[in-house]
């Protein structure tokens, strides 16, 4: 594949919606690129390069990252550096959201994981090395850290925020009791934190079970959704079998045991109803997230750039939901 230089699409604001972070003024676009999958060292740099033009030639602002996103761990900051080196210099920068992330596991040692000042500190800056950037727009603490107080973590993120690596700060996978507890921390230490984000989608709906949402919305913070899709299962991909290329034939992080035949049913029926709703299952199942009022953006992860048209042509076709419609998606999942 060869690329000309790259003119973002002029129409590219035009059919997106963007949505405040809670009570901030940061606002997102409803959706947003995740580099967690096909971004790595392993993966095609020009279907890397690819994606991200198509994403933000249909408004896509946002792309968020980790510190072990790949694999391996660091090569996907490290492929998004050289694709904002390459397609977004100068002040097309400012046209992006860029946030990344630490929390896992990341180099040997007590100091490469979790929610200590050093780790992450040290991983902030490895991250930007890694991308190229004097700063993210958002940096996370990406899970709880049982060993550490969450005031030491959430002073780091003050630190990384003063000191011009980050303009905002956020947390991932915190418990509701935790996440309302760092959100005070830094709401005392009056540091701009904007985000949480979470795992929710049909299969997975503890967070509007455990009061998660609640607490976003009474600290004024934003929900950013990730795996909205299931991790590919809410798509018609496994409607007739486990194709040859998909993410579940590796048996890492989305196993083959996951698509049980009651759970194919379901797919089949919400497929179903996505088809008279006149959309794809993929792009409902986003819309269905969506409708949370306490959710801001939601993290799409793709393989090539027709998956991404995919998700946000039926968004702009059917992005509401009838009470009917919902009262029979309840009744599929049970």
């Known amino acids: 594949m060869s690329f000309n230089a790259y003119t973002p699409s002029p129409t590219r604001y035009s059919a997106m919606e963007y949505r405040h972070c809670g009570r901030t003024g940061l606002r997102l676009p409803r ?3 995740g580099l967690w999958h096909n971004f790595g060292g392993i993966d095609d740099f020009d279907n890397a390069r690819a994606m991200v033009r198509a994403a933000f030639d249909r408004g896509i602002t946002h792309f968020d990252l980790a510190n072990n996103y790949g694999p391996p761990p660091g090569s996907a900051e490290e492929t998004f550096g050289r694709i904002l080196k390459a397609d977004f210099p100068g002040n097309l920068r400012d046209e992006l959201v860029v946030s990344s992330k630490a929390g896992y596991t ?12 050093k ?8 991250s930007l ?19 550490t107080p969450v ?5 780091a993120l003050d630190h990384i925020v003063r000191s011009g690596r980050a303009l905002y700060a956020g947390i991932s996978n915190y418990s509701p009791e935790r996440a309302r507890e760092a959100f005070a921390i830094l709401r005392e230490l009056k540091t701009p934190a904007v985000l949480h984000q979470v795992r929710y989608n ?4 503890g967070r509007e079970q455990d009061g998660s949402f609640g607490v976003m919305k009474e600290s004024g913070i934003g929900g950013i959704i990730f795996s909205p899709m299931a991790q590919g299962l809410l798509t018609d991909r496994y409607l007739n079998g486990i194709p040859a290329d998909s993410r579940m034939t590796r048996e890492a992080f989305l ?4 698509l049980t035949p009651e759970k194919l049913e379901k797919i089949k029926k919400l497929n179903g109803l996505a088809q008279k709703r006149g959309q794809s299952l993929a792009s409902m199942a986003i819309a269905w997230v969506l409708r949370q009022d306490a959710v801001t953006s939601v993290l799409v992860g793709a393989s090539r750039t027709s998956q991404i048209d995919d998700v946000l042509d039926g968004l702009n ?11 029979e998606i309840d009744a599929i999942l049970g």
């Not at 990341?106 to 000042?117: A, E, H, K, L, V």
């Not at 076709?317 to 009262?327: G, R």
């Open 31 to 33: 959706v947003s690129l």
């Open 106 to 117: 990341m180099w040997p040692g007590p100091y490469g994981d979790f929610g200590s000042r």
């Open 119 to 126: 780790y992450l500190i040290a991983s902030c800056d490895q």
């Open 129 to 147: 090395k890694r991308l190229g950037l004097d700063y993210v727009d958002v940096f996370y603490h990406h899970r709880m850290d049982p060993d």
């Open 151 to 155: 005031e030491e973590s959430m002073l």
């Open 202 to 205: 049909m299969f997975d709906r």
């Open 255 to 258: 196993k083959s045991s996951a």
């Open 317 to 327: 076709a059917n992005s509401t939901f009838a009470a009917d419609e919902l009262a």
